[in-house]
């Protein structure tokens, strides 16, 4: 029988880095704490409303000077407390593999960017454009579009960000308007919820409807791992018009409001979405699906379980693998569609998973009821 830590963070409110690790052996599901860097690694150091340019410890600056000042290899540190972004906040830097330009926390605080004095559709946001950028250990709240947007980037990482309550996704990747880069980005044990445009009937907010929890609207490579995805009014994880996306060992559930589509995890879209793998995942409680591929080309579903939702477990297009899933509810296929390889899935097997619990709260929620005849399969 497989053995998966599940660490269910229903209703996490917490952007802070920690310095607990699981065991290497296992792999979970949902968000994971993150290890800090080592305070004398720090090179660079900001605070809410700092001064000046020297961005010392002793002398912090403020976040739009250290950007610009940021080189391959630096961390910036950034001290505790609310940051009111009155203006974009732009990250260009250009790191390498084994020097990236780093932003994160200052070790046991808590840095909050903080968008609320701007109304809704105000074009302020925070951009990740750059290469071998890290952000790590932030709170992103009230920004009036997106919450954090890599447009245009590569390479980058977002590892233990909490972002909620934006206008728009919590946090998104696309290409630059040439079509390139928007490829090899990671992002990692994110929390992104509450993320609506409910009440705005443009076709910007679409009264919920491009207000998805992590939006993967462009690109080619990209990774979203352990991440937590909630009460956003689109859906929890889109991966759009991206190619080559790989969605694993996330949680997706109660997303959908106002005009919004209400998937956990969407896996396609229009030309040239593909080749999508969804691994490891669980979605439950969404107003509409909890799985679909959306017509992406070669979408590929593995070891995910699916329970409570709405409309349908799976909804399963042409060009779609599911194997070794678990869905609980209605396994959806157009009567069009072709090319479906379907194996080993519970929908497939006699008799009905019964699981050790259905309350969230429980570690053993959605976990396969021992002798059951589904023990195998599923995410956990």
């Not at 290890?35 to 150091?45: E, P, R, V, Y």
């Not at 780093?102 to 808590?110: F, T």
């Not at 454009?129 to 009036?144: A, D």
């Not at 619990?357 to 005849?373: C, E, H, R």
Request: hydrophobic share 35%; with cysteine; proline share 3%.
């Amino acid at each position: 029988m497989k053995k998966y830590s599940l660490w269910l963070l229903v209703g996490l409110v917490s952007g802070s880095i920690m310095t607990a690790t699981t065991a290497a052996e296992i792999k979970s599901i949902g968000p994971q704490p993150i290890i800090s860097t080592d305070i004398a690694k720090g090179t660079l150091f900001v605070k809410p409303n700092g001064t000046g340019t020297t961005c010392s410890l002793a002398l912090p600056c403020d976040i739009w000077n250290a950007a610009l000042k940021a080189k391959a290899g630096n961390v910036v540190f950034l001290r505790g407390g609310t940051y009111s972004l009155y203006k974009n906040l732009r990250f260009p830097n250009i790191g390498t593999a084994t020097a990236p330009v780093v932003y994160e926390s200052y070790p046991g605080e808590l840095a909050i960017f903080d968008g609320s004095q701007h109304a809704k559709g105000t074009n302020i946001y925070i951009g990740v454009s750059g290469r071998f950028v890290h952000v790590r250990g932030i709170e992103i709240k009230n920004m009036p579009v997106q919450g954090i947007w890599i447009n245009g980037g590569s390479d980058n990482l977002l590892d233990g960000i909490f972002t909620h309550h934006n206008g728009l996704s919590g946090i998104q990747i696309t290409t630059r308007e040439d079509g390139t880069g928007g490829a090899r980005n990671i992002i990692r044990s994110c929390t992104s919820t509450y993320n609506s445009g409910v009440g705005i009937f443009d076709t910007k907010f679409s009264n919920g409807g491009n207000s998805d929890g992590i939006a993967i609207s462009t690109g080619i490579d990209n990774r979203v791992e352990n991440c937590l995805v909630h009460h956003n009014s689109d859906d929890g994880i889109d991966t759009w018009r991206s190619v080559n996306t790989y969605v694993g060992y996330n949680i997706a559930h109660t997303n959908g409001d106002g005009d919004g589509d209400g998937n956990g995890i969407k896996a396609g879209g229009i030309y040239p979405g593909a080749n999508a793998i969804v691994d490891h995942n669980i979605a439950y409680s969404n107003r509409a699906r909890g799985f679909a591929s959306n017509s992406g080309d070669n979408v590929k579903f593995i070891h995910n379980t699916s329970w409570n939702n709405g409309l349908y477990a799976f909804a399963l297009d042409s060009h779609t693998k599911a194997i070794d899933n678990i869905g609980v509810g209605t396994i959806y296929k157009s009567s069009t569609a072709t090319n479906i390889i379907e194996e080993n899935n519970s929908w497939q097997r006699a008799g009905s998973v019964a699981f050790v619990s259905t309350d969230s709260s429980s570690v053993d929620f959605l976990k396969p009821a021992s002798d059951g005849g589904f023990e195998d399969i599923g995410a956990i």
